[in-house]
């Protein structure tokens, strides 16, 4: 019913930047918190950061002062801005959508994940 492509990642050296991009589409009605996960090998799924509709934010610890996530409503897309990467930042980057799709059903969505390896 709804769909979440995640673009954007890819190979970067440590102090490089990424933009990650997550469309959301299908039978939307209106898309709550969309948020950013993560998942390196070995550790769980942790979430990075997440905005609301109304565009409040928070992040992990982890990537404050240096990742900002942000939204455009009309596309349905929230993005995630990648800067001082460190090798630690190394991860499947999962996007998640609170969804009220047209039947009135509220649920998460999830992306199929996309690569971030950041290299020494």
């Known amino acids: 019913q709804v769909q979440l492509v995640e673009s954007g990642g890819g190979l970067v050296q440590a102090g490089g930047s990424l933009r990650l991009s997550c469309a959301a589409s299908?039978?939307?009605?209106?898309?709550?918190?969309m948020d950013w996960y993560r998942q390196a090998p070995g550790n769980q799924r942790e979430l990075v950061a997440g905005?609301?509709?109304?565009?409040?934010?928070n992040y992990a610890d982890s990537v404050k002062g240096r990742f900002t996530i942000s939204r455009d409503n009309a596309k349905n897309t929230v993005y995630l801005q990648m800067n001082s990467l460190k090798l630690e930042d190394t991860a499947v980057y999962y996007c998640n959508a609170g969804v009220i799709d047209r039947l009135g059903i509220v649920r998460d969505y999830w992306g199929q994940g996309t690569q971030v390896t950041v290299s020494s």
């Open positions: 905005i609301t509709r109304g565009g409040s934010t």
């Open positions: 299908g039978s939307i009605l209106i898309i709550n918190t």
